[in-house]
């Protein structure tokens, strides 16, 4: 039976599942094997068609916290949402957080996720100090930027193909409070948003953009740009703890609910809200706005949905992204969260790794089959076009060729890959 | 701060039970056999704001070490305010009905040997007069079905066992709870086919630290699994036979 899906619910797929209980164990004698953390990979990258998938989810331990250098080693099943409940009250946050924090540390390595302090931090792999791999051989190889530094580049942002990380150790971030000193301002167009961009990236810690992906014309790539930076003293009212999702979603929404014209009139709505520009919140809404609604991907229903994210270089970023929006408005098709980031210059430490310099633009679609697939074939087309890159950890379209010209370093990847791991994923984008 | 002690400490819902007394600043000691898996679980534990963990390794199948296990429990701890029993196997139903030695072992398991350690435990607590027995038992001891009564007996005789010592430790202020969680997915379980009426084993053990906050006598996890029960024990034998359970 398989009870593994990912997040978007597309593609659906048949694969036996197994458990991975204890970090001391063996990898089961199974072909091929794909590492499942949560399950919050949208496409098919966390997914093994007619193999098997090895769930994380019992490697959830806590290994060592020093809570002075704010250095902790964890089993690689732990979540991050798990992660911060330990380290808040002492001080510490993520130093890189993804959109949710709902994912294993896995997963955040085997993705090499970003956050909105890329320009500023790089990449959650720049913050693994360390991590150990289990191979179907048995062999275990402790992993660092020194040790074993090939494995280490492979594994971070591998997709989960290199074999088990069973555990990784992560230097976090110190905090003085648990607040996010906060300022929103809206953009007119991209030009605005991309010198905003780089008005703020000295001085804000973390920035992103909501962007109106249903606007045309004039108001093309209008949005609300927000920048945040830790607060700095204690703020009344702020505690330091762990929100619980407030609601849950606790069956697949019919499908005309996401419609273009609620989705519109939401846009509309969310352009012209009126809102505070400089406000203290606490870090949860900051962050993690959509993880207050447990399940919120069954509100696109039965037949899930498509998550689009590429990056396209700086000095490519203006054309590419208009074009993009302009397919996208006209399509009809899009959604409430579309998200615009300015990426840094940072390298990232993996062979597969996906952020780079340049702009992302991540939004979903709700699957409608035929019209929904072309949009981003034309989606995907822009970004090859344009010398960009699709996320693979939001990606279940792709062309061989787009992956190839994105991912140059795959065939060096390939070397290192377990000969017992497969992805559904890794036989579409190489045509295996 | 309580001192807690926890044998059959690896299962799954031993560890997420004792990761919840960890988070209140409690004192563990955790007995089971593989010696490596309670290092994984101790230090785990630790992190999560225990005030003391202690791992004792011992195979709980040998009733002879029991006593021995006790004294080494009391040094660990200076008293006892819990004892959670929380191992067990399930045995196999088919090779039970061939093989007498397989339903003896699983009786040992699940039942005999339970006892021996609460004979031990039970006085202790009632000398000293205060304290909380809590026990895994199971529905499937409520009534015997064709798929599995062998386990169902062992853990009915257990049910009854505890039912009898929580009477016979009322006057001495001991708290005895029988729990009897319904389908969980955890390791035990995983050649089952899971459907809506599992959970996980953190919202069963959610539900052993209430029970044991309330001194609940009877617990049955998700609650849910009372009224199922309930239905189950009213249908007339002379119908039950005939069903394929």
Redesign the interface.
């Known amino acids: 039976?398989n009870?593994h899906q990912s997040w978007g619910n597309v593609p659906q797929v048949e694969q036996t599942c197994l458990?991975q209980?204890?970090?001391?164990q063996t990898l089961p004698a199974a072909a091929t094997l794909l590492p499942f953390g949560q399950g919050r990979s949208y496409g098919d990258v966390c997914l093994n068609d007619k193999g098997y998938s090895l769930a994380t989810g019992?490697l959830n331990?806590?290994?060592?916290?020093d809570r002075e250098q704010g250095i902790l080693s964890a089993e690689a099943g732990v979540t991050l949402a798990e992660i911060l409940e330990?380290i808040l009250p002492a001080g510490w946050f993520l130093p890189v957080s993804p959109g949710t924090k709902f994912v294993s540390l896995g997963g955040a390595l085997a993705n090499d996720v970003h956050g909105k302090n890329h320009h500023k931090a790089g990449s959650f792999g720049r913050h693994v100090r360390a991590f150990e791999l289990l191979r179907s051989n048995g062999q275990k190889l402790i992993c660092t930027q020194e040790e074993n530094s090939d494995w280490f580049s492979a594994t971070v942002g591998g997709l989960g193909l290199t074999g088990l990380v069973t555990q990784a150790e992560l230097q976090l971030k110190k905090i003085d409070s648990p607040a996010i000193v906060q300022k929103t301002r809206r953009f007119e167009n991209l030009a605005e948003f991309l010198r905003l961009s780089e008005e703020t990236e000295a001085d804000w810690e973390y920035t992103v953009a909501w962007v109106d992906c249903m606007a045309k014309g004039k108001q093309l790539g209008r949005g609300i740009f927000s920048m945040g930076n830790h607060a700095t003293a204690a703020t009344p009212g702020i505690k330091p703890e762990v929100l619980q999702p407030k609601f849950s979603m606790p069956f697949n929404a019919p499908s005309w609910l996401l419609n273009q014209y609620s989705v519109k009139l939401f846009n509309q709505l969310y352009y012209h809200l009126p809102r505070k520009h400089d406000s203290q919140v606490h870090y949860e809404p900051f962050f993690y706005p959509l993880d207050k609604i447990a399940n919120w991907n069954r509100l696109y229903g039965k037949r899930g949905f498509y998550q689009f994210q590429c990056v396209v270089p700086l000095d490519k970023a203006e054309a590419a992204i208009s074009e993009m929006l302009q397919h996208i408005s006209k399509s009809g098709q899009g959604s409430f969260l579309s998200v615009l980031k300015r990426l840094g210059n940072i390298a990232s430490p993996g062979m597969l790794s996906f952020p780079r310099d340049g702009i992302t633009l991540a939004l979903d679609f709700a699957n409608r089959g035929e019209s929904t697939r072309h949009l981003l074939a034309d989606l995907n087309e822009i970004t090859d076009r344009h010398g960009g890159a699709i996320y693979p950890a939001k990606d279940a379209t792709m062309t061989t060729a787009l992956f190839v010209n994105a991912y140059p370093g795959w065939q060096k990847f390939s070397e290192y890959m377990d000969p017992h791991f497969s992805s559904s994923f890794w036989r579409r984008v190489t045509g295996e | 701060m309580q001192s807690i002690v926890i044998l059959g400490a690896t299962s799954?819902i031993a560890e997420q039970t004792a990761r919840i007394y960890a988070t209140r600043g409690d004192a563990l000691c955790l007995v089971a056999r593989d010696d490596?898996?309670l290092e994984?679980?101790k230090?785990?534990l630790e992190?999560?704001g225990a005030s003391k963990v202690t791992k004792l390794s011992y195979d709980l199948n040998h009733t002879h070490l029991h006593q021995a296990l006790l004294d080494d429990v009391i040094k660990a701890l200076a008293r006892i305010d819990i004892v959670l029993v929380a191992y067990g196997t399930l045995g196999d139903q088919k090779k039970c009905e061939q093989d007498f030695d397989e339903t003896l072992q699983e009786l040992q398991t699940n039942c005999l040997g339970v006892i021996s350690l609460l004979t031990l435990f039970s006085n202790y607590l009632e000398k000293q007069k205060a304290g909380c027995i809590a026990a895994i038992s199971s529905p499937a001891g409520d009534r015997g079905r064709q798929s599995n009564y062998v386990y169902g007996s062992a853990k009915g005789a257990l049910s009854i066992y505890l039912q009898g010592m929580r009477n016979r430790l009322y006057n001495s202020s001991v708290h005895v709870l029988t729990i009897k969680p319904g389908f969980v997915n955890t390791?035990m379980t995983?050649d089952f086919?899971?459907g809506l009426l599992w959970v996980e084993p953190d919202v069963i053990a959610r539900g052993i630290v209430k029970a044991i906050d309330r001194r609940k006598d009877i617990v049955y996890l998700p609650f849910f699994w009372r009224y199922i029960m309930l239905v189950i024990k009213l249908i007339p034998e002379s119908i039950f036979k005939r069903l394929s359970l």
Do not use: G, Q, V
């Open positions: 039976m009870i458990e209980l204890w970090r001391s019992r331990r806590f290994i060592h916290f330990l | 799954a490596a898996k994984i679980i230090s785990d992190i999560r390791p995983k086919k899971k």
